[in-house]
C-alpha cells in the first residue's frame, strides 16, 4: 500500500514541480525580437459559430472594423444553424458568411470547409470564437509583432471579458495560470506555447494543410499543437495583442465545457503517447513537452487528489509518506498563491469565492457524466454576453 502511494505522490510530485517552474520562469517572460521588416501581410479573420446568435454579432463587427488596410484582410464567420436575421446582418457589416450544416457538428468540420473555399486567400489565418472581440488595432499590432518574429504560429493572450462574479473570476484566473504555466514559462525555455482555441493565428498554408489532416471532435487545439510540434513548427505566445473571452457566468456550463477538455486531455495522451517517447529520444523535445503537458492532472481534479492523498498519508501515518506529500503541498501552494497573488492585484475578488469553488468542484465531478458524450459528440458551451 505505501509503495504505490508513493508512486502516486511521486506522478503529483512530478506535475507540481513543473507547474511550479513554470510559474516562477513565466514570471520574466518577455516577446522575443528577431528581425525587423514593414511588409503588410494579408489576413483572414475566421469566426466559427455553432448556434451563437447572441454575441456573434458583435464579434463580427468587431473584426470588420479594423484599423488596417482594407484589401488586406476578409471576415468569414461560418453559420452553423444561425438564424437568417443573424446571418443578413453580418453580412450588412460587410464579412462573407459561410452556411454549413453537419449531421455533428464540429470546429474542425467548419474550419475544413472554410479552408476548402478560402483557405489559400490571405498570407495568415486567424481563429477567433464567437464570443471573442478584438481592438480596432488588432491587425496592426499582429502584423508588427509577424515582421519582429517571424513567426508561423501564434497563440495571443486571451483576457477576459467578464470576471465579476465568482464563477467568472474563477474561470479567469484558470486561463491566467494556464497562460503562465502553459504558454510565457515554456517559450522563454523555447518551448512551444499551448493553443486555446481561439485568438491563434497560423501562416495559411500551414492551417489548410493541418486542417485537412484533423478529425478531433473535443479539444481540437490540443491535436493543432500536437501535429504542429511533431512536424517541429514553433508556437509563439504574445500578451499583446490580446483578444476578450467570454468566460463562464453559470454552472451548467461547467459540466460540459470541462468534460470536453478533460476527455480530449487523456485521449490525445492516450494517442500521442508512443511519439512522445520517440521524440524525448530523438531530440524533439518540443514534441515531447507537449505530450508530457498532457499528463498533467486537471487543476481542480487534482486538488481533489491531494486531499485525499493528504487524508491517506495521515491514516497511515509512516514518515516517508507524510514527508513527500509535504514537498507536493508545499510546490502546489507555492505555485498558486504567486498566481493568485499576480491576479487578483489586477482583478478584484467578488464576494463568495470560497462557496463557489466548491461549486465548480462539484461541476468538475459532475463532468463526469458527460465524458463518453465527449468522444462522439461536440458538447456546446452556450455564450450569454
Known amino acids: 500500500m505505501e509503495t504505490i502511494l508513493l508512486v502516486v505522490i511521486a506522478y503529483f510530485a512530478l506535475a507540481y514541480l513543473y507547474t511550479f517552474i513554470m510559474t516562477i520562469v513565466g514570471l520574466f517572460y518577455k516577446e522575443v525580437n528577431i528581425s525587423k521588416t514593414d511588409r503588410k501581410h494579408k489576413y483572414s479573420i475566421v469566426i466559427p459559430a455553432y448556434k451563437e446568435d447572441a454575441v456573434i454579432a458583435e464579434t463580427a463587427l468587431t473584426a470588420v472594423r479594423q484599423q488596417y488596410e482594407k484589401n488586406l484582410f476578409d471576415v468569414y464567420v461560418i453559420s452553423d444553424q444561425l438564424k437568417a436575421s443573424t446571418n443578413k446582418l453580418i453580412e450588412e457589416f460587410g464579412a462573407t458568411v459561410i452556411k454549413v450544416e453537419f449531421d455533428k457538428s464540429t470546429k474542425v468540420k467548419s474550419l475544413a470547409r472554410y479552408a476548402e473555399l478560402y483557405g489559400n486567400n490571405a498570407d495568415y489565418t486567424i481563429i477567433l470564437d464567437a464570443d471573442n472581440c478584438i481592438e480596432p488595432t488588432f491587425l496592426n499590432e499582429i502584423n508588427d509583432k509577424i515582421n519582429k518574429t517571424n513567426a508561423e504560429v501564434i497563440q495571443v493572450q486571451r483576457k477576459s471579458k467578464n470576471h465579476n462574479t465568482g464563477i467568472s473570476f474563477l474561470d479567469a484566473f484558470s486561463e491566467y495560470a494556464n497562460t503562465m504555466i502553459l504558454s510565457k514559462g515554456p517559450n522563454l525555455l523555447k518551448l512551444s506555447s499551448k493553443?486555446?482555441?481561439?485568438?491563434?493565428?497560423?501562416?495559411?498554408?500551414?492551417?489548410?494543410?493541418?486542417?485537412?489532416?484533423?478529425?478531433?471532435?473535443?479539444?481540437?487545439?490540443?491535436?493543432?499543437?500536437?501535429?504542429?510540434?511533431?512536424?517541429?513548427?514553433?508556437?509563439?505566445?504574445?500578451?499583446?495583442?490580446?483578444?476578450?473571452?467570454?468566460?463562464?457566468?453559470?454552472?451548467?456550463?461547467?459540466?460540459?465545457?470541462?468534460?470536453?477538455?478533460?476527455?480530449?486531455?487523456?485521449?490525445?495522451?492516450?494517442?500521442?503517447?508512443?511519439?512522445?517517447?520517440?521524440?524525448?529520444?530523438?531530440?524533439?523535445?518540443?514534441?515531447?513537452?507537449?505530450?508530457?503537458?498532457?499528463?498533467?492532472?486537471?487543476?481542480?481534479?487534482?486538488?481533489?487528489?491531494?486531499?485525499?492523498?493528504?487524508?491517506?498519508?495521515?491514516?497511515?501515518?509512516?514518515?516517508?509518506?507524510?514527508?513527500?506529500?509535504?514537498?507536493?503541498?508545499?510546490?502546489?501552494?507555492?505555485?498558486?498563491?504567486?498566481?493568485?497573488?499576480?491576479?487578483?492585484?489586477?482583478?478584484?475578488?467578488?464576494?463568495?469565492?470560497?462557496?463557489?469553488?466548491?461549486?465548480?468542484?462539484?461541476?468538475?465531478?459532475?463532468?463526469?457524466?458527460?465524458?463518453?458524450?465527449?468522444?462522439?459528440?461536440?458538447?456546446?458551451?452556450?455564450?450569454?454576453?
Open 195 to 385: 493553443l486555446s482555441g481561439s485568438g491563434m493565428i497560423l501562416q495559411s498554408e500551414i492551417f489548410t494543410d493541418l486542417i485537412s489532416t484533423m478529425n478531433g471532435i473535443s479539444g481540437f487545439d490540443k491535436e493543432m499543437e500536437l501535429k504542429l510540434t511533431k512536424s517541429n513548427i514553433y508556437i509563439h505566445y504574445l500578451d499583446a495583442p490580446y483578444v476578450l473571452d467570454e468566460k463562464l457566468v453559470n454552472h451548467s456550463q461547467i459540466k460540459t465545457q470541462r468534460s470536453r477538455w478533460i476527455y480530449a486531455q487523456f485521449d490525445y495522451l492516450r494517442k500521442f503517447f508512443i511519439s512522445g517517447l520517440v521524440a524525448l529520444f530523438t531530440g524533439k523535445l518540443d514534441h515531447a513537452h507537449k505530450v508530457f503537458q498532457l499528463a498533467l492532472p486537471p487543476r481542480v481534479l487534482g486538488v481533489l487528489a491531494l486531499v485525499i492523498l493528504n487524508i491517506v498519508s495521515i491514516i497511515l501515518n509512516n514518515d516517508t509518506v507524510l514527508n513527500s506529500i509535504l514537498i507536493v503541498d508545499l510546490l502546489f501552494i507555492s505555485s498558486y498563491i504567486i498566481l493568485f497573488f499576480l491576479f487578483s492585484r489586477k482583478h478584484k475578488m467578488p464576494k463568495g469565492l470560497l462557496l463557489e469553488m466548491f461549486k465548480i468542484t462539484f461541476g468538475y465531478i459532475q463532468a463526469f457524466k458527460y465524458f463518453k458524450r465527449a468522444g462522439k459528440e461536440f458538447l456546446h458551451t452556450k455564450h450569454n454576453i
